[in-house]
């Protein structure tokens, strides 16, 4: 259902960002639409956090290895793609590793 909105905006030659998008399997499907200009090539994905720790704290679904995989993949398809996320730093009981983590998974 995603896809055929996305594509039915893209029609519209307006411009089309997506906000909110969580990095789920059916994103896949929207990415070769920003690749062709239909719709903006940006994303706002709420990561929060990399840590999996700090992330199951915050009772947040996710897979940091499996994530990152998954944009190294949409980049393949387009390279222009920007990414903007909100993080959230000194969550009870973070530590220090914890936020060295996030600073090197957005490496």
């Known amino acids: 259902k995603m896809q055929s909105l996305c594509e039915a905006l893209g029609e519209m030659g307006v411009w089309v960002r997506l906000h909110y998008v969580y990095p789920y399997p059916h994103v896949d499907d929207i990415i070769p639409l920003m690749a062709e200009g239909k719709i903006l090539p940006y994303l ?54 914890d936020f060295q983590y996030l600073l090197d998974w957005l490496d």
């Not at 944009?71 to 393949?76: A, D, F, G, H, Y």
């Not at 009870?92 to 590793?97: L, V």
């Open 44 to 97: 706002d994905i709420p990561f929060q956090h990399a840590s999996p720790k700090v992330l199951k704290a915050m009772k947040r679904p996710a897979h940091d290895s499996k994530t990152l995989e998954r944009i190294r993949k949409w980049r393949e398809i387009c390279p222009e793609l920007t990414i903007r996320s909100p993080f959230i730093v000194g969550f009870p009981g973070e530590t220090e590793e």
